[in-house]
DNA sequence: TTTTCCATGTAACTCGTTACATGATTTC
DNA sequence: GAAATCATGTAACGAGTTACATGGAAAA
């Protein structure tokens, strides 16, 4: 779910560390940054392809006894380059912070009001559980940058938790007012 | 870039008030409801197309003078089943809130402290252009449910301006601490 | 007179997802 | 003997974007 450029970043980022084959890679991701960002595998071998179609990226054929061969990738220096590039721009942009589901909360009037809090009530009880997740083992020993990240996504989270609250404490005051 | 459930739930609830063609609807969206929904022309008509051939809105054409033809479209009431079916689901999800942005927060270690600062000082400025136009004249006649989603589009902005500040407070301490 | 508004679309493009395929190997 | 792991992909699908096309009317 991310943008090509954002997943050519995160790539080259991890592999500036450490040459290593689109199954690992795919693993770290899910294992380690999940809370950051999303990679599915067949998109990210699709990105591996493209990023050594670009030069940013060389590969190696490995093969250890007869398990599946593996694709190894190192970057290049266009490829470093591009990361640094690609770094300072994507540090300096903002998301759009206007979510899908928004669009629903606009048309709140059209339902019966014990029925919209209730609705509510369950998202709120989602985001919560979310939040629980994330504050709980999130990855330390992985760099003061991913800690920001991660931090980041924590306090959107707790600011939406925040927001609903209120909401339904608004909302609640309706019924009543009834 | 909302999905088609919610473009769906977007028009069918636009024209739950008001029977109107896609130039109008779209018209409408840009005007009062860009704080919360992002809906391109050429997409809304592709959509209102899509809904008619489900069966969800009615179209006729119109024409005023010699000016072009317009395609009234109103709501059928599988059409006000649909809204009210997507509308109960869509308040109950989440959206995702991790953005794409943040990949490059996790390598912020990989630029000189001063570059890193520096860049998320302009993510700063952006966010605080964006929530001064959130904050002034905002809809306020359009429902309460209009109100809400504003609100929680700018409560969403407050607090990645506020994770801004403080990040930036922890890294400028890192600096001095040199 | 040039621009903007009205009103509809098409075409070309990139993107990303899901589901499936393969085949050996280690673990239960 | 079944299931999960390792490792790579393909195919089919549908979404959404940008740029362009059209053509009259009103406004600057």
């Given amino acids: 779910m991310l943008p090509y450029e954002q997943r050519a970043l995160l790539l080259l980022g991890l592999?500036?560390?450490?040459h290593s084959h689109g199954y690992q890679l795919h693993e770290f991701i899910e294992r380690n940054l999940s809370r950051v960002a999303d990679l599915k595998k067949p998109t990210a071998y699709a990105a591996l392809d493209r990023l050594c179609a670009e030069g940013l990226v060389d590969v190696q054929q490995e093969q250890h006894g007869n398990r599946p061969p593996r694709k190894v990738y190192s970057i290049t220096e266009a490829g470093s380059a591009r990361f640094l590039a690609l770094l300072r721009e994507s540090l300096r942009a903002v998301d759009d912070l206007r979510g899908a589901r928004d669009v629903a909360l606009s048309f709140l009037d059209e339902l019966p009001l014990a029925e919209a809090i209730a609705a509510?009530?369950?998202?709120?009880?989602?985001?919560?559980?979310?939040?629980?997740?994330?504050?709980?083992?999130?990855?330390?020993?992985?760099?003061?940058?991913v800690s920001l990240a991660v931090d980041h996504v924590v306090a959107l989270t707790r600011a939406d938790v925040a927001?609903?609250?209120?909401?339904?404490?608004?909302?609640?005051?309706?019924?009543?007012a009834r």
């Fill in 15 to 18: 592999l500036k560390t450490q």
């Fill in 120 to 145: 509510l009530e369950e998202r709120l009880v989602t985001r919560r559980a979310e939040l629980a997740t994330l504050e709980e083992h999130a990855p330390r020993h992985l760099g003061l940058g």
């Fill in 163 to 176: 927001w609903l609250e209120g909401a339904l404490e608004r909302l609640r005051a309706r019924v009543d």
